[in-house]
């Protein structure tokens, strides 16, 4: 059973930093693309960035313009996701998610295993 377990979350004021981290369980960590997506209420699922299995590729949304940093740790099962110059447009509930392929994508429908999300929110 695959288990992913998001933790980091929180409220920090805009301009600043946040550091999300997902352990992952139950599947073959070193063989599987993550990603992290974000969803504010009332809208749809967003990409927000992507790794591959052995974290040679990367992926990031349009509106991250190099403020994100997708990493992974393979000795250890965790792919964390560190958020700098937070805006309050940032604002979500964040999920990490497994695909069982190496190769990273950018889309809700190719990740089969998901956590159950860790807030952020930025304050104005």
């Known amino acids: 059973q695959v288990q992913l377990v998001e933790s980091g979350g929180g409220l920090v004021q805009a301009g600043g930093s946040l550091r999300l981290s997902c352990a992952a369980s139950?599947?073959?960590?070193?063989?599987?693309?993550m990603a992290w997506f974000r969803q504010a209420p009332g809208k749809e699922r967003e990409f927000v960035a992507s790794?591959?299995?052995?974290?040679?590729?990367?992926f990031y949304g349009d509106f991250v313009k190099g403020r994100f940093t997708i990493s992974r740790d393979n000795a250890r099962n965790t792919v964390s996701l560190q958020m700098n110059s937070l805006k309050p447009e940032d604002t979500a509930a964040y999920y990490c998610?497994?695909?069982?392929?190496?190769?990273?994508?950018?889309?809700?429908?190719?990740?089969?295993?998901w956590g159950q999300g860790t807030q952020v929110t930025v304050s104005s």
């Open positions: 998610a497994a695909r069982r392929n190496s190769i990273p994508a950018t889309n809700v429908i190719s990740y089969t295993d």
């Open positions: 139950g599947l073959t960590f070193s063989s599987a693309a």
């Open positions: 790794i591959s299995a052995r974290g040679g590729l990367t």
